[in-house]
């Protein structure tokens, strides 16, 4: 399992069979009459593939309902496809199911297949009239499936056989009922139609996209050179037009809906509130968001956040009874739950105490909401019941943990994934008064074997005076009691969106550099997700300051360390995590001694726009923020070892970012190491570049620490 001499963990050993890393179980689901519970679990002889698995929720017997080994799958669809990558799902097998109405049934789209699974494991192969279809759903009820076919839109009914095309101008620059690169990128909107709840009407999204000039993105791969034409949404540059149809299923006509949508607007979300249909509306500068919903005149505005910063989205939207809804705002800082009313006769009044950060609105009945969250500790994270409007709160979760849960909220069902750093992630079912455990890493799992280091976790103070979390694991040797000092390794990420100090199973690079001598250091600085709209807000109009100096201050924990060598650190991150390694090489080259940039942003010009323009504003209106904010400034001060890493394929850190490094790290005459991927895009996870990227890694910090 591990280096026979050395007891080490290996690169080898990381990606050899059977893989040492476990998968979580996945898309944890209720079927509707809270009856059975669903969800993705690795195989156990190839743990890169998903298997569909389910369990009575009275009596748990958990079985494996599909074995993707024995099915002919096809070609997965252009718009799936893009969906996964945005999703990050790099498994094969099952990638996403559906219950049906019945709850008897389920729907597995598998790779050009159309898969009607029943619970005793039996599936019938549907043959629909479109060859390569992209998200297909069933609707509320189970009358129809929905999918897209060429960008556009159709329902087939089941009980007929009837295909009913919605749309007939999908084209190379116009899609229907597919969200577009920014809401799935970005927004993580992912959903581009939506049924009534009475099937009665289908909503759907138009995206134009011929309004973003065309521009050429390379795809260099071993043997080849390919120019792709696409339509990037460059920070300061216009985006898609969106429009926001209806078809009626009654009377078979489109109409356009009027939801107030300005022209640089964002359709941010858009979701049925009971049968009420509602529409997020954000500006293009993302400090003003409007809650909308549709009544017998039109769309009326429920609700209006504003920001001196941002405004995060989310969809922690429920309906309630009595008129009433929930809904998480940053408002007062931390994310609480507010209650209001959907005539808007009262302003919204906050339910969850003020020291509750609110993650996700897991589910609601009645009175009752569920929620996930944090109250004590960031680094943990817990399920919450709540009564509303009385604010009476459980918390239904012990231990230092973190949990990732889902809810039937009619009988109070709890399935949650549990894991903490030296526990494997292991899924656990509260049902009927008791908890069984129905998922668990095997006691022979080769992960078991690793001589796992017991990770430190402390805080500091900012300069600003806010609380910073940190992550300390120690080298493997010192953990067996060998003496000597040793290098540290700063393994960052520090850009918004992400936490990386928690309490859960950690990403085995940590274990690996541990096994290789190296101390690794993880610290959440400002700008960090998970703390709220106060510890998020320093990074607005100026990224890479107060994060390096946050990093810069998390080395005064070496001192608390004997075994820390403080002249010999290092610094490594992916995306964001690169520009920080060149940031923080470039302006605090005095502390940090090498660092390996994977995929950095190198010109935030370069990247797209919601995401950018959050944080940095619009670059045709104010370019100050960019060229603050830019590597490529700084690269004067360089003066440290540093080694460049990225995928030749990359779509979304483009690898222009690199090339406009290289260029100017050799007009300034300044050395460094380049280390490049061809035919890999931005995750960089094939097992032959992911062997050779981490030799290397460990090849260039043996050599300068």
């Known amino acids: 399992m591990t280096d026979a001499v050395t007891?080490?963990?290996?690169?080898?050993?990381?990606f050899a069979a059977p893989p040492i890393n476990p998968i979580p179980p996945s898309r944890l689901r209720f079927s509707p009459?809270?009856?059975?519970?669903?969800?993705?679990?690795?195989?156990?002889?190839?743990?890169?593939?998903?298997?569909?698995?389910?369990?009575?929720?009275?009596?748990?017997?958990?079985?494996?309902?599909?074995d993707t080994r024995a099915l002919e799958t096809g070609r997965v669809s252009a718009a799936d496809r893009e969906r996964q990558e945005r999703q990050r799902q790099f498994t094969a097998g099952v990638s996403t199911f559906e219950w049906l109405a019945d709850g008897e049934h389920l729907l597995v789209p598998l790779a050009g297949q159309t898969l009607l699974l029943r619970l005793d494991g039996s599936h019938t192969a549907l043959a629909l009239p479109?060859?390569?279809?992209?998200?297909?759903?069933?609707?509320?009820?189970?009358?129809y499936l929905t999918y897209v076919a060429d960008n556009d839109l159709f329902v087939f009914r089941r009980d007929t056989g009837e295909e009913i095309r919605i749309t007939h101008d999908g084209s190379e620059c116009?899609?229907?009922?597919?969200?577009?690169?920014?809401?799935?990128?970005?927004?993580?909107?992912?959903?581009?139609?939506?049924?009534?709840?009475?099937?009665?009407?289908?909503?759907?999204?138009?995206?134009?996209?011929?309004?973003?000039?065309?521009?050429?993105?390379?795809?260099?791969?071993?043997?080849?050179?390919?120019?792709?034409?696409q339509r990037y949404a460059f920070a300061g540059g216009p985006n898609a037009r969106v429009a926001l149809l209806e078809f009626d299923l009654r009377t078979g006509t489109t109409t356009a809906l009027d939801i107030g949508l300005g022209e640089t607007d964002y359709l941010a979300r858009v979701s049925f509130v009971g049968d009420v249909l509602t529409v997020q509306v954000q500006n293009r500068a993302q400090n003003r968001l409007e809650l909308r919903g549709e009544d017998e005149k039109g769309f009326c505005t429920w609700l209006v956040e504003t920001s001196d910063t941002w405004i995060n989205l989310h969809d922690n939207l429920r309906a309630m009874a009595d008129g009433r809804y929930v809904w998480t705002s940053e408002r007062d800082g931390l994310a609480r739950l507010y209650v209001a009313r959907i005539d808007a006769s009262q302003?919204?009044?906050?339910?969850t105490p003020d020291d509750l950060h609110v993650t996700a609105v897991l589910g609601s009945h009645g009175s009752t909401v569920w929620l996930q969250g944090w109250r004590e500790q960031p680094t943990e994270r817990h399920v919450y019941r709540v009564q509303v409007p009385s604010g009476s709160l459980t918390c239904l979760t012990t231990g230092s943990r973190w949990n990732d849960a889902t809810v039937h909220p009619e009988s109070g069902q709890l399935a949650r994934v549990v894991s903490d750093f030296t526990t494997p992630p292991y899924l656990l079912l509260a049902s009927g008064g008791g908890e069984s455990t129905l998922a668990r890493v095997a006691a022979d799992h080769p992960c078991h074997s690793i001589e796992r280091v017991p990770a430190v976790f402390g805080t500091l103070a900012a300069a600003d005076g806010q609380t910073l979390h940190w992550r300390m694991t120690a080298p493997l040797a010192v953990h067996r009691g060998s003496g000597g000092r040793h290098p540290v390794i700063v393994y960052v990420y520090g850009g918004p969106g992400a936490q990386r100090v928690c309490n859960a199973w950690p990403p085995m690079l940590v274990h690996l550099l541990s096994h290789a001598g190296y101390g690794v250091l993880e610290l959440d600085n400002r700008g960090s997700a998970n703390r709220g709209r106060t510890f998020e807000a320093p990074i607005f109009h100026h990224m890479g300051e107060v994060e390096v100096a946050d990093q810069v201050?998390?080395?005064?924990?070496?001192?608390?360390?004997?075994?820390?060598?403080?002249?010999?650190?290092?610094?490594?991150?992916?995306?964001?995590?690169?520009?920080?390694?060149?940031?923080?090489?470039?302006?605090?080259?005095?502390?940090?001694?090498?660092?390996?940039?994977?995929?950095?942003?190198?010109d935030w010009r370069l990247y797209d726009t919601h995401y950018t323009e959050r944080y940095l504003g619009n670059p045709a209106e104010d370019l100050t923020p960019y060229e603050m904010s830019s590597v490529l400034p700084c690269l004067e001060r360089l003066a440290r070892p540093l080694l460049l890493v990225h995928g030749m394929a990359d779509d979304n850190v483009l690898f222009t970012h690199s090339t406009r490094l290289m260029r100017e790290l050799q007009r300034l005459g300044k050395p460094f190491e380049l280390m490049t991927y061809p035919g890999s895009r931005h995750a960089l996870q094939e097992k032959d570049v992911s062997l050779h990227r981490l030799h290397h890694l460990l090849d260039f910090f043996d050599r300068h620490l």
Request: hydrophobic share 40%; charged share 20%; aromatic share 8%.
């Open 7 to 14: 007891g080490r963990l290996t690169v080898e050993r990381l």
């Open 33 to 66: 009459d809270g009856n059975h519970l669903a969800w993705l679990q690795a195989a156990v002889d190839q743990p890169g593939r998903l298997e569909l698995w389910s369990t009575p929720t009275t009596a748990p017997r958990p079985k494996c309902l599909l």
């Open 130 to 143: 479109r060859g390569e279809i992209g998200d297909l759903r069933a609707s509320p009820l189970g009358t």
């Open 174 to 229: 116009v899609s229907n009922g597919l969200a577009e690169f920014i809401a799935q990128e970005e927004m993580h909107r992912f959903e581009g139609y939506w049924w009534a709840p009475d099937e009665r009407r289908l909503i759907f999204t138009r995206v134009d996209s011929s309004t973003i000039p065309v521009s050429h993105r390379l795809e260099v791969v071993a043997d080849d050179v390919t120019a792709i034409a």
């Open 347 to 351: 302003p919204p009044v906050p339910v």
């Open 553 to 602: 201050t998390a080395l005064s924990v070496l001192e608390r360390f004997p075994w820390a060598d403080a002249d010999r650190i290092g610094v490594h991150g992916h995306s964001y995590g690169g520009y920080m390694t060149l940031m923080c090489l470039c302006k605090a080259g005095d502390r940090f001694k090498a660092g390996v940039a994977g995929a950095p942003v190198a």
